[in-house]
């Protein structure tokens, strides 16, 4: 029997609502379409490091990923070096990773990803200004409301529209006695973009000798810097324990504030200069860190949610992008194999929940504590050279992943079920 067309609405033309669609839009029994609310689609923030397991899960997903990510001007990162950056040790070196030659982490501005993601996907599948409101599965399929009062059916809707997105809160109902939205994970930061030739002469030479991706640890903080758009510009990144997270989630930056979060960093090699750099931006502000503390699944009958909508995490372990590939690397596998008409959407998106809530809900716990150790806030191990390794040495082994092995466990779980 010929399969059936499915149709299927992606919501959200993030890295996850775009990778999703470049994984689908060849299958010849989906018909899909991506709905953004944005007057166009684009990326803001700075960049997004890929470890090989997110360049394995987006591999999956992405036709000639090498070209893509050579388009949008990612840099192989030579190594990572973590120092310390506040009080009498300020400078030493803790630890160097150095990077493999033959699968080197990446590091990519997001927008030039996502403009890279979005090339080959027909411009006619591509919705902005779309702005979902409402979802009604009462009837046949979803019917879906947009802010512009158009109304749209489908088999089956994906919400990748972020970490304050609408589908998820249709997927998961929060109520008084259980919260399942964002909250505050404890810490903000700020990430700016700055010439490389500029970041060179305000950093030190020394610090630029090779494409390396620095980390300071250092009391109530954590500095970053690393280079990339094929190697013209350096992100910086401040982050900092947050006590008072403001309403809005932002604040304004000034001198007075970064030189009293940073007071005993003052005296060491980094944070003058990235403070002198990022206040020169225009109107630089610190945003907090949101998370989803829980949820209870991510899946709802033919609704079901992926990236930050499902799994919003703080960043320390670089890997919120990574689990997003992840979820479309499953979720697609899933509509390829196990989907041939609409009756089979809601076994396999309860499988696509059954695998990947486990892991998106670890390395939001995981990410969480690893910033504590970050900031040197750690009680065991603090700012003690000797106590910081063994502590955040075991934290990333976790996020390695047999893509494959990954795939076929949601595939066999269907028959759970169906
Ligand atoms: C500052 C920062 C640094 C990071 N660094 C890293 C890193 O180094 N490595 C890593 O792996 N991860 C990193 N991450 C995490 C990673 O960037 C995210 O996990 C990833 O980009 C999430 O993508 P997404 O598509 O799920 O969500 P988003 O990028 O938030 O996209 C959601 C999209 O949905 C749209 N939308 C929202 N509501 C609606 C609606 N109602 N209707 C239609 N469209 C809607 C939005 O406009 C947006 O375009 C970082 C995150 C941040 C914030």
Known sequence: MANDTVRVAIIGGGLAGATLANALYKLPHIAVNVFES?????????????????????????????????????????????????????????????????EPELIVHRASLLRELLAPLPKDILHPNKKLTKIDTSGDGVTITFEDDTVSQFDAVIGAD???????????????????????????????????????????????????????????AFIMHDVLENGTLVQMVISAVERDPPKDRKRPLTREFLESTLSSWMEGPIAKGVIDLILEQPNPQGYSQWEHKQTPTYAKGRVCIIGDAAHATTPWQGAGAGQAFEDVMVLAALLK????????????????????????????DSSRGTGTILCGMDPEAGLDPAKLMPALGPRWAFLELDPKAHIAAALEKVAEFS
């Open 38 to 102: 944005a007057p166009e689609f684009s990326e803001r923030g700075a960049a997004v490091g890929l470890s090989t397991n997110a360049q394995a899960a987006l591999q999956e997903s992405v036709e000639s990923l090498k070209e893509v990510l050579q388009k949008a001007g990612s840099v192989p990162i030579a190594s990572t070096r973590l120092m310390i950056g506040s009080g009498p040790g300020a400078g030493s070196l803790l630890l160097d990773f150095a990077g493999m030659e033959s």
């Open 337 to 364: 194999n196990r989907v041939t008409s609409p009756k089979d959407i809601d076994a396999a998106f309860l499988a696509y929940d059954a695998v990947r809530r486990p892991r998106g809900q670890q390395v939001v």
């Open 162 to 220: 972020g970490v304050f997105g609408t589908v998820r809160s249709h997927v998961v109902k929060s109520d008084q006695d259980q919260d399942f939205s964002a909250s505050p994970g404890g810490f903000w930061d700020c990430r700016v973009l700055a010439p490389f030739d500029i970041a060179k002469a305000t950093l030190g030479e020394e610090l630029f000798k090779l494409d390396r991706q620095y980390g300071w640890l250092g009391d109530g």
